[in-house]
């Protein structure tokens, strides 16, 4: 019995030591700078946008203050080490199209460092 304790308590502290270095990635990472670079307010359209970045993450619809229903594309990354967690890369892109599928405005956040 002692030693299958022993045995269990080894394998459990194995386990959490690996789980603490996992290393973890959600989304596809992508290049902020060369989005704000080439897109254009007015201009751009969602197939381009497509062709720069990938499928979004999520989509959905925002409703502004005036009433107007814009398309939302949002784009996420995040990559780290659960070990790490302070030294996780985080980014977020959010796009607003009109019914027409042009970009009317975009927002990103990262964290600052």
Same mark, same amino acid.
């Given at each position: 019995? =002692?030693?299958?304790?022993?045995?269990?308590?080894?394998?459990? +502290?194995?386990?959490?030591?690996?789980?603490? #270095?996992? #290393?973890?990635?959600?989304?596809?990472?992508?290049?902020?700078? #060369?989005? !704000?670079? =080439?897109?254009?307010?007015?201009?751009? *359209?969602?197939?381009?946008?497509? !062709? $720069?970045? /990938?499928?979004? *993450?999520?989509? /959905?619809?925002?409703?502004?203050?005036?009433?107007? %229903?814009?398309?939302? $594309?949002?784009?996420?990354? #995040?990559?780290?080490?659960?070990?790490?967690? +302070? /030294?996780?890369?985080? =980014?977020?892109?959010? &796009? =607003?199209?009109?019914? %027409? /599928? &042009?970009?009317?405005?975009?927002? $990103? !956040? &990262?964290?600052?460092?």
């Amino acid at each position: 019995m =002692k030693a299958t304790l022993r045995t269990l308590f080894i394998c459990l +502290s194995l386990l959490l030591a690996a789980c603490s #270095a996992t #290393a973890f990635h959600v989304g596809n990472n992508f290049d902020l700078q #060369a989005f !704000s670079n =080439k897109v254009v307010r007015g201009t751009t *359209s969602q197939a381009e946008v497509r !062709s $720069w970045l /990938g499928a979004p *993450s999520s989509t /959905g619809v925002r409703v502004e203050t005036d009433g107007a %229903r814009l398309e939302e $594309w949002t784009y996420y990354f #995040a990559s780290g080490t659960l070990s790490n967690l +302070s /030294g996780t890369e985080l =980014k977020s892109l959010q &796009i =607003k199209y009109d019914p %027409r /599928g &042009i970009v009317q405005g975009y927002n $990103w !956040s &990262i964290p600052a460092h």
